[in-house]
């Protein structure tokens, strides 16, 4: 296995130097006689399949803090309590990713590798809903033209039905029978060369786009209920990328906080609901996603409050990510999207539409798909499930039950925060961070300076408590 990995990491770093022809312009790219100008398929979807799980984290780094689910680890933080900041990075790796893809899908259509051109259409749609998610409006139509100097914005809503056109055509390449080169087991980082479960995370991600329209008067939960269906059917299906330089990009968070660089503090919002302080029930996925303090408790720290323990940060003794976890330890994978959140989706899906014994049912399978997910002792798997507060009866099943399980299964994954924001916010007991900019929670980011110092189409960031077009 490390043969394999040095080989494919090895393969990765070569599809990282290749020009990126179609938008050098754009990005500013000085030339180099080093850079691959024709890199075979294979390292281009290692690449892109690598770069975009690396972009899953870099974005959840982010939103993990409006979530709650991290806070920092100092007073006033500018992540924590709102500020505008500037995240000229995130933004650049994300195109830096899509223009990649780009150059992938040409060269699939050129070459008539069909799976090539629908994981090229699936990865773009990814990353394309993780730009509009943080920002709203954002160059796409005119952004991978070489041309094009400084390209357009196009609307949020015209870039939402963009990835899902995206989704529905890889669907469509991906289930054809003809493609000329066929994908790479050893260079497909995130599902290993099996098309059809490319074909099962298309829907998956069809199925969370459909489903973050749930404010919205074209809300249709049968529709939802239909890419379900075609989805994920167990854990061995989830899009998740474990390929990295040194360890998953969690665990160096983690290991730099054990040598007081530090970051990786867990909320006290999310170790409360954890604790069961404000669900009622003790969950059993916190031994699985953090570790006690000396003291042998489970102690988050306030948003925006930062250090409540000791002043010189040297002993544990609050709560942090941890690299005995099984999602953030150094070989862990990152998880782009996964089998207890689709069934999730089903519940919420599914309750909406009224049929209360399919949400039942799914609701209770995400859980204990969560609970193996995270290696949580069968005992103390079943002691959740079987508690009163969790096991309501499809009756009693709502969609506060649903959101609280979803933001346990979502931990550190960029789409909490589009549930937070559907959700209002509504988990119980949270609260604005202490010494907010916002006097209300926060709903967008601030376009980055990068981005605005090169390219005079950006627009002038709104305030950051405006809602994007589906969370109005």
Request: glycine content about 6%.
């Amino acid at each position: 296995m490390k043969k394999i990995f040095r080989y494919t990491f090895a393969l990765v770093m070569m599809g990282a130097l290749f020009s990126l022809q179609s938008c050098e312009d754009y990005f500013d790219l000085d030339e180099n006689p080093n850079l691959v100008n024709n890199p075979p398929l294979a390292t281009m979807l290692a690449t892109t399949t690598q770069k975009t799980g690396l972009n899953t984290q870099r974005v959840a780094n982010i939103t993990s803090y409006f979530v709650q689910y991290l806070a920092g680890p100092v007073a006033g933080g500018s992540t924590d309590t709102y500020q505008v900041t500037d995240y000229t990075s995130t933004w650049d790796a994300l195109y830096l990713a899509m223009a990649d893809i780009y150059d992938m899908k040409q060269r699939g259509i050129e070459a008539g590798a069909s799976d090539y051109v629908g994981v090229a259409n699936v990865l773009m749609a990814y990353n394309l809903s993780l730009v509009t998610d943080l920002w709203g409006d954002a160059p796409y139509s005119e952004a991978f033209i070489s041309t094009t100097l400084t390209p357009g914005f196009d609307s949020q809503e015209e870039l939402y039905n963009t990835s899902l056109q995206l989704i529905d055509e890889a669907i469509a390449e991906l289930s054809r029978t003809d493609s000329n080169v066929l994908l790479d087991p050893e260079s497909d980082l995130i599902h290993g060369g099996d098309k059809e479960n490319w074909i099962k995370t298309a829907y998956a991600l069809k199925a969370r786009f459909l489903n973050k329209l749930s404010e919205t008067a074209s809300y249709n939960p049968e529709a939802v209920l239909s890419a379900v269906d075609n989805a994920y059917t167990s854990n061995a299906d989830n899009a998740t990328m474990s390929v990295f330089q040194t360890r998953n990009p969690w665990a160096t968070v983690a290991l730099n906080n054990e040598n007081l660089l530090l970051g990786g503090w867990l909320s006290e919002q999310f170790v409360e609901h954890l604790k069961g302080t404000t669900t009622g029930v003790f969950d059993p996925r916190i031994a699985q996603i953090t570790d006690t303090t000396i003291t042998g408790e489970y102690i988050g720290t306030p948003n925006g409050v930062g250090n409540v323990g000791t002043a010189s940060n040297t002993v544990r003794d609050e709560s942090y990510i941890s690299r005995n976890s099984p999602l953030t330890g150094d070989e862990s994978p990152l998880i782009l999207i996964s089998y207890p959140e689709v069934k999730l989706i089903e519940a919420e899906a599914a309750l909406r539409a009224g049929q209360t014994d399919r949400a039942y049912a799914a609701y209770l399978e995400a859980i204990e798909a969560s609970m193996d997910l995270l290696e949580v002792e069968p005992a103390a798997a079943e002691e959740y499930l079987s508690d009163p507060a969790v096991a309501v009866g499809a009756s009693n099943l709502t969609l506060d039950l649903i959101f609280d399980e979803k933001y346990v299964v979502t931990y550190l994954n960029p789409e909490a925060w589009n549930d937070a924001r559907r959700y209002d916010y509504a988990y119980e007991g949270f609260e604005l961070p202490a010494n907010a900019d916002l006097s209300t929670f926060i709903r967008r980011v601030a376009y980055p300076q990068g981005e605005a110092s090169k390219n005079p189409n950006t627009p002038e960031s709104p305030v950051l408590s405006e809602e994007l077009w589906w969370d109005e």
